[in-house]
């Protein structure tokens, strides 16, 4: 079930666009690597899921599996983390160098 | 594919009109309907099909008043709603409801850590809190305690894993145990404080659990009679000292001198911790993936789990516990009496510095979990197989050699006719022993999603008819365990339910309870 990415873009000016998930996290995080810290690398940095830095992954693939799961991989809600949180995510995980083997 | 599911009974106008109401409490953005916007609450572990299982939409509230006013709604439109906290719930259905259409209740955002008592050692919480938020919390202001966490740890929450009646493996193991006041919003709006709670401007809610009359927080657990939207509970101090350990035994017929060396020791406080006896298949699946081991037609036989576990530095089971103290005379005394009794029951003992880097490497999960640290190394294990599959069977043994003997033997007879492994923990409470089995299947397989589900219903027909029943269940089955329990039970959770909750819009299937 794709998620429509090109909304989460504009996310920032959603409000009158219906039908997209919009919904906010409750201000918890402090960027993506706070995110990423607290959720993301205790299976990432673990091998327990497969390393996400250093892949140059795509922010838009990011927002899908972390919104739809994947496996053993649970999904993560609008309620944990909001679509313009992810996007950053996403982003910063484009971004980050790789972490080295766990 | 339709690109809505309804809740049922509701049209698509009466339901457009009330996610319009809802949309007037909590804003646009927090009510979320349709299948792309809900696709996160359908990803589920279990053996049975998504849609079966699909939510109509979701509702996030932060406040309470919210979620008065959004029950008001429900109960004008008939919309059932299905409450999560953290929502994570592994192998026991995630965050999807236990039956297609209701709308699911999501309470991730109310995450105040409302209080923290640093004398007492009691916190009170919304159910949005997670376990990693509770440690950084306590962190940052030095308070010398520790919190106790079931497997998936920092990523979900104490008001979740307390309310499904979970367990940790620290001495404040069992959750609901160490829980002390809840606030519910009951169907018709009322708000509800437990126990101390109910007296105006009482201190001692979150320190006394009884309260005066009868004491209902437990019908707040693995029900569907109220919204859970405050918890308190106990927090343990820091000991200065703690001391893990592993004991080891070579034959799987000794599982019942490992129970049988243990109970005493546990009901006398000397084991104050849960300690977990795992078959060595539990460490064997996180550290490898399953046709790397074994590629033929059935459950991997035992030669080549005693030739894995032999690789690991594992024996065919497996004891991790802990004793903690306050000075190295009183931890002293404690580890003498420990050190003679599993010597004597024939276990080879091991402190972490005897362990062979690899078994050391994998000592490190229960030595964390054991004190509350947060890992989730565990879920590894769900690449064994590969395919998101997972089932926790759980069903409570006393606390007898014989009795976890019989249990073994049944379960992986069970598990091996449907061409599954037995990969178990037990968990050891005070008096009984938690038998957790994860029924690990490849998801992606239609055929044998199916024959999971089949076994997942012979094991708990054939454990009721010994004489066993499950401590929790997964969304699927809850009917079928709940039968289990006798005709008595589900009357009177009926009863109860008809009368708090008469138009049932709380999560109907709960625990096998419907008005």
Not at chain 1, 65 to 80: H, I, K, Q, Y
Not at chain 2, 82 to 90: A, D, E, L, R, V
Not at chain 2, 271 to 282: A, F, K, R, T
Not at chain 2, 382 to 404: H, I, T
Request: aromatic residues 10%; neutral net charge.
């Amino acid at each position: 079930m794709p998620l429509r990415q090109s909304l989460l873009v504009a996310v920032t000016v959603a409000c009158a666009v219906a039908g997209q998930a919009r919904a906010q996290s409750a201000g918890q995080w402090h960027g993506p690597e706070d995110t990423y810290e607290k959720i993301c690398r205790y299976c990432h940095d673990t091998g327990v899921g497969p390393a996400l830095k250093g892949r140059r992954l795509q922010p838009a693939y990011i927002t899908t599996t972390v919104r739809a799961g994947r496996n053993g991989m649970p999904a993560f809600r609008p309620s944990e983390i909001s679509n313009s949180e992810l996007l950053a995510l996403g982003q910063w995980l484009e971004r980050a160098a790789s972490a080295g083997k766990p | 594919m339709v690109d809505q599911v309804l809740p049922e009974g509701v049209t698509a106008a009466q339901f457009e009109q009330a996610l319009q109401e809802f949309r007037r409490i909590l804003g646009r953005e927090f009510v979320l309907a349709g299948l792309d916007e809900t696709v996160s609450y359908r990803k589920v572990m279990i053996a049975v099909p998504e849609m079966d299982m699909a939510p109509s939409g979701a509702l996030l509230p932060q406040t309470v008043e919210q979620i008065q006013s959004i029950l008001k709604v429900c109960n004008q439109y008939r919309i059932a709603v299905w409450t999560i906290s953290t929502g994570k719930n592994f192998g026991y259905g995630s965050a999807a409801p236990a039956t297609r259409g209701q709308m699911v209740l999501d309470l991730r955002r109310m995450n105040k850590i409302i209080e923290v008592d640093p004398v007492l050692g009691t916190a009170l919480v919304e159910p949005g809190v997670t376990y990693r938020q509770l440690r950084d919390y306590l962190d940052e202001r030095g308070y010398k305690f520790w919190i106790d966490v079931p497997s998936p740890s920092a990523i979900v929450g104490p008001v979740g894993n307390t309310l499904e009646r979970g367990v940790g493996y620290t001495p404040y193991g069992d959750h609901f145990m160490m829980s002390c006041g809840m606030e519910v919003v009951l169907a018709d709006g009322q708000v509800l404080r437990t126990g101390m709670g109910g007296v105006s401007g009482s201190g001692s809610w979150q320190c006394f659990k009884w309260g005066y009359g009868p004491y209902l927080d437990g019908i707040f657990t693995q029900s569907n009679f109220g919204v859970v939207t405050k918890l308190g509970f106990w927090l343990m101090p820091a000991p200065p000292l703690f001391k893990p350990f592993a004991v080891r035994y070579a034959n799987t017929s000794d599982l019942s001198r490992i129970v049988e060396t243990l109970r005493p020791l546990r009901i006398a406080g000397l084991v104050p911790g849960g300690g977990i006896i795992q078959s060595p298949l539990y460490e064997i699946a996180m550290s490898n993936r399953r046709h790397d081991i074994y590629d033929g037609p059935g459950a991997i036989p035992a030669d080549i789990i005693a030739r894995e576990a032999k690789k690991l530095g594992l024996s065919m089971w497996n004891l991790y516990a802990g004793i903690y103290g306050g000075t190295e005379e009183q931890l002293t005394a404690n580890w003498n009496i420990l050190h003679a009794a599993f010597k004597a029951s024939g276990g080879i003992i091991e402190l972490e510095e005897d362990m062979s880097p690899v078994a050391r490497k994998l000592f490190q999960r229960p030595k964390e979990l054991m004190r509350g640290g947060l890992t989730l190394e565990e879920f590894s294990m769900y690449n064994f197989r590969g395919g998101g599959g997972s089932m926790w069977f759980a069903p409570v043994a006393p606390a007898k050699g014989e009795e976890a003997t019989r249990q073994t033997a049944m379960a992986s007879e069970i598990l091996h006719k449907y061409s599954f492994d037995y990969v178990c923990g037990w968990v050891v409470g005070w008096r009984e022993l938690h038998h957790i089995i994860d029924l690990l299947f490849d998801r992606s397989d239609p055929q044998e999603m199916q024959r999971a589900y089949q076994c997942f219903d012979e094991l708990v027909t054939t454990f009721a008819k010994a004489g066993y029943g499950i401590y929790r269940t997964n969304t699927a089955f809850m009917n079928k365990v709940a039968e289990t329990f006798g005709p008595a039970q589900r009357d009177i959770n009926r009863r109860i339910k008809r009368a708090l909750d008469p138009n049932g819009i709380l999560a109907p299937g709960k625990s096998g309870i419907h008005i």
